[in-house]
């Protein structure tokens, strides 16, 4: 394919895009195929010979399409959300053009690796500074990191990964994390001769998107060296809204933090967004400098060397798309596009409280609402798997304080009232034809 | 921006893409900038009101394309190649569109770091079922792994990662591994009371693109335990070719093989293609199930959970670009696109080979010609800097045996032989002019 193709098929795909955007809830939003239907559509080699563009295309609807979850579908409540903005994307074929290899990391998952790998590496560094008989396996096997219960399974795969152990603290009724749990745990392991080194505080978890106490977690990780790490993956972006500002009380005392401008910024995956109080503190866990990757610049101060905090040498050109999604929608269209997701959670919660036969779980901060049918566990799987079955809406599950629960979060920057109002209909509907049946 | 907009700006996007690839050669291959300059020439916040699209392309070419290396020049010979292609960028366009979030990795780093983690807590496990009285901090401080002094920095920086001690394996006089060399060390740290239980052979060294001898390696590792990974991220997507595949003997030892199809074979950054031997011994050292991320085909045997594969949890749906590439080059114009390239490379060696000033310092296998100026590290330095200084073309140095040597690696898939040869006469003409300088 030359430049003269690329151009026609370029514009081909671009109204392609379009169209299928602007179609997408014509689509079921979840595959209704097992897996590995696409092994019999698919040849099981690479062709010989080149094949045309328009094949490829008509097998992008017949082979891949079939099997896609729509994540921009209006009823996609699955998750949270992963950003699409038009700019982005636009963004994206320049990224792809320009093809630069940047040397920072893609996800939430890393940044708190990076930062558990950090907080062991001087861990290390300030016991053997005092104990220098001390070998560094020795403090390594008495390390020990902290994170809500609640928090996300990324946190206890960092600590998997950096070897060391990984205490769960247990969460308030509001799910989230107090100081004096903390605290309790970090004497009774001190105590026992071990060395509290790293808090991961989560700012809106995964489960139900609640607030850790950071005011009072934070003092106590500054007393204790205890490096402190903030994951604001989904909730982080809400933060550019004022009126979600006191929900960052705390982060002052906070070594590290993270959150992902694809889930909720209108930036296209994958994008995420960290930040270190003292880049020292990585820099240091993961310096490498071969010849081939030297340049003028290292040591003028000028550039800040990515490459060196990150477990990827490279990376893609993502700053391209923050750039493109902040200039074409401006801090009034992003905040506009927060409180706009916050108020249509707000309007299915209100749907949900006038349902006598359904409770919700936890407070309603942001964009998610975890409900459920009172009664069993059993009853509410049987009405997610009637949800998942029907495909008209997508949601997933999470379990609260040994609860099967819906969770039902506003993803698509589509989704408008009508869909909350139709999703509700439907759910209410299934939920009819559920009680009816003789088992319950 | 609306659909409408989008269907317009994405023509004009695909034009500026296509401008842009047709006329990068009159750009100059590296910015002549101070690291910095962009500071002045954005505002230091975002703006409070959308801007219009045209603003924010005026300044792609003002502010942004002067600070741009264009890894896509054809005088861009630098590191090792950045693939691209319009295929590829055409998928890129539709993978943004869907915007899915799979559950793989990166880069062949990443890859690296899988491997090595999963080797530990193989290690760790086999030992403690025949001693289970030891602990794992203390099999995890007798853990050794090794790889070529010519290796990667990435594998040093896996090593650091997790935790373990690296060796780095002496090389022959064709700056690979023998098998000789690696037993030779594996005996002495047994002796000494260490477990040998990692080996990263590397396929393609990113200095000289050396070979280790993976047919007389594979064997020390099956019979030691040691896990054996190949890195060839670069030197691997020429094992499309019949002629290059001997180089590959040896790989039916190997427990994980890696290569990068996003440097060689024409997929777009990122894309970074794995295989494990045993499944079972990456997703046991990561495997979480949290229960938003349960699926109903978990247990079927149907699904491949790539996410119990990797550090991220996340990933963008690559596998669209390959599919892409495969399909619209095919087997045989991948395959030309090698053999090209490698055809490039032995041009410009004979090149060299015929300036009695030089010398060739590796044997030139595939893309990537180590060559230098007889005479002091110093001289080549300066001839390197007056390249740089230039801006004609891009290359960076690597150190063999100590000597300050170049690298000139054929990197654009736009690179042909009449860019090689001006790349020559460009550096003959610069060679010309340092040694009339007075100081040599």
Request: charged share 25%; with cysteine.
């Given at each position: 394919m030359d430049a003269a193709e690329f151009r026609r098929r370029g514009r081909?795909?671009?109204?392609?895009?379009?169209?299928?955007?602007?179609?997408?809830?014509?689509?079921?939003?979840?595959?209704?195929?097992?897996?590995?239907?696409?092994?019999?559509?698919?040849?099981?080699?690479?062709?010989?010979?080149p094949e045309s563009y328009e094949d490829v295309m008509k097998d992008v609807e017949r082979v891949i399409m079939p099997g896609i979850t729509h994540w921009h579908s209006p009823y996609f409540f699955a998750y949270f959300p992963a950003a699409s903005s038009y700019p982005a994307m636009l963004a994206d074929m320049l990224c792809g053009a320009i093809g630069c290899i940047g040397f920072s990391w893609g996800t939430a998952s890393e940044a708190t690796l990076i930062s558990l790998l950090a907080a062991r590496c001087k861990a290390i560094r300030r016991v053997q500074a005092t104990n220098p008989e001390i070998s560094e396996a020795e403090v390594l096997s008495k390390l020990v990191a902290y994170t809500s219960e609640q928090a996300h399974s990324s946190v206890e795969r960092a600590a998997l990964i950096g070897g060391v152990m990984m205490r769960k603290v247990p969460t308030d009724k509001t799910y989230a994390v107090g100081g004096h749990m903390l605290k309790q745990m970090v004497e009774e392991d001190k105590a026992a001769g071990f060395i509290p080194f790293y808090f991961c505080a989560t700012l809106g978890t995964t489960p139900s998107c609640a607030f850790d106490h950071t005011t009072e977690l934070g003092p106590i990780c500054n007393d204790e060296n205890m490096w402190m790490h903030i994951d604001a993956a989904y909730a982080g972006s809400a933060f550019i809204c004022p009126e979600f500002r006191p929900l960052l009380n705390g982060i002052e005392f906070a070594d590290s933090f993270n959150f992902n401008p694809h889930k909720w910024l209108l930036v296209n995956f994958d994008c995420?967004?960290?930040?270190?109080?003292?880049?020292?503190?990585?820099?240091?866990?993961?310096?490498?400098?071969?010849?081939?990757?030297?340049?003028?610049?290292?040591?003028?101060?000028?550039?800040?060397?990515?490459?060196?905090?990150?477990?990827?040498?490279?990376?893609?050109?993502?700053?391209?798309?923050?750039?493109?999604?902040?200039?074409?929608?401006?801090?009034?269209?992003?905040?506009?596009?927060?409180?706009?997701?916050?108020?249509?959670?707000?309007?299915?919660?209100?749907?949900?409280?006038a349902d006598k036969r359904f409770e919700i779980c936890a407070e309603v901060i942001m964009g998610l609402v975890c409900f459920?049918?009172?009664?069993?566990?059993?009853?509410?799987?049987?009405?997610l798997k009637k949800i998942t079955k029907s495909q008209e809406i997508h949601l997933v599950p999470c379990q609260l304080s040994g609860r099967?629960?819906?969770?039902?979060?506003?993803?698509?920057?589509?989704?408008?009232?009508?869909?909350?109002?139709?999703a509700w209909r439907h759910i209410t509907q299934l939920t009819f034809e559920l009680l009816q049946e003789p088992s319950h």
């Open positions: 081909e795909m671009v109204d392609y895009v379009a169209d299928y955007l602007e179609n997408i809830e014509q689509r079921p939003v979840y595959p209704d195929l097992e897996p590995g239907y696409l092994r019999s559509l698919i040849p099981s080699e690479a062709p010989l010979e995420s967004a960290m930040w270190v109080k003292k880049r020292t503190d990585i820099i240091g866990a993961f310096k490498m400098e071969p010849l081939y990757l030297k340049h003028e610049n290292q040591e003028s101060g000028l550039v800040t060397d990515y490459r060196h905090w990150q477990i990827p040498l490279g990376r893609r050109f993502r700053s391209l798309k923050l750039w493109f999604v902040f200039r074409m929608y401006g801090l009034k269209g992003l905040q506009a596009h927060i409180r706009k997701q916050v108020a249509l959670a707000k309007e299915f919660e209100s749907l949900v409280r459920r049918l009172k009664g069993s566990n059993e009853l509410n799987q049987n009405l099967f629960v819906l969770r039902f979060a506003i993803c698509a920057r589509t989704t408008e009232s009508r869909h909350i109002q139709q």
